[in-house]
T-cell receptor, first 118, second 111 residues
Framework: DTGVSQDPRHKITKRGQNVTFRCDPI?????LYWYRQTLGQGPEFLTY????????KSRLLSDRFSAERPKGSFSTLEIQRTEQGDSAMYLC????????????????FGPGTRLTVL | LAKTTQPISMDSYEGQEVNITCSHN???????ITWYQQFPSQGPRFIIQ???TKVTNEVASLFIPADRKSSTLSLPRVSLSDTAVYYC????????????FGTGTRLQVFP
């Protein structure tokens, strides 16, 4: 399978604990995105990388959130001191610059990591 | 960013054609219209993208009138497996790379 993979698929944690999620994009893709989705809502943008550089961060990404893509391949999203409001599906997507022609590049999403904070 | 408005839900039966219309009254000159599909417990999946007139691929057709203030996703002969949430997105690929999702349209296909 050469699609986007995410690990773990499910994570249950207690409030105040730290959690880290991993995303492995499609191998030749140079852009990697993180989104968060709550029940009944569409995904919300959190941040994205072009190669190793983090180019944009949403205001949703509080100081407790940090994302890295150290070698321009896989990425990690860490949430420190989790709160119940952090419970959501965390989605990773990747794309190849220029693949969309004049339009937007197609983003390929992983299956997500479902976080439950008790 | 242009805001989109879609019906919250739609019902259909297998074999019928389904048309989902999205309104984007303040669409900008450089904005493209993109549709994504999402099944439960999965990430969204790209369906189709267009700028004007009509675009067709193996999955769907996208109709965009001349004023571009709305667009219609057409799914021919739906099956039960087309039951999903469909998102209409509008954005300028030259200005932003992030996707802005609304709440989407929940399509339920019945046998």
């Amino acid at each position: 399978d050469t699609g986007v993979s995410q690990d773990p698929r499910h994570k249950i944690t207690k409030r105040g604990q730290n959690v880290t999620f991993r995303c492995d994009p499609i191998s030749e893709h140079n852009r990697l995105y993180w989104y968060r989705q709550t029940l009944g809502q569409g995904p919300e943008f959190l941040t994205y990388f072009q190669n190793e550089a983090q180019l944009e961060k949403s205001r949703l990404l509080s100081d407790r959130f940090s994302a890295e893509r150290p070698k321009g391949s896989f990425s990690t999203l860490e949430i420190q001191r989790t709160e119940q409001g952090d419970s959501a599906m965390y989605l990773c997507a990747s794309s190849l610059i220029g693949s969309g022609g004049y339009g937007a590049d197609t983003q390929y999403f992983g299956p997500g990591t479902r976080l439950t904070v008790l | 960013l242009a805001k989109t408005t879609q019906p919250i839900s739609m019902d259909s039966y297998e074999g019928q054609e389904v048309n989902i219309t999205c309104s984007h009254n303040n669409i900008a000159t450089n904005d493209y219209i993109t549709w994504y599909q999402q099944f439960p417990s999965q990430g969204p999946r790209f369906i189709i993208q267009g700028y004007k007139t009509k675009v067709t691929n193996e999955v769907a057709s996208l109709f965009i009138p001349a004023d571009r203030k709305s667009s219609t996703l057409s799914l021919p002969r739906v099956s039960l497996s087309d039951t999903a949430v469909y998102y209409c997105l509008v954005g300028d690929p030259l200005n932003t790379d992030k996707l802005i999702f609304g709440t989407g349209t929940r399509l339920q296909v019945f046998p």
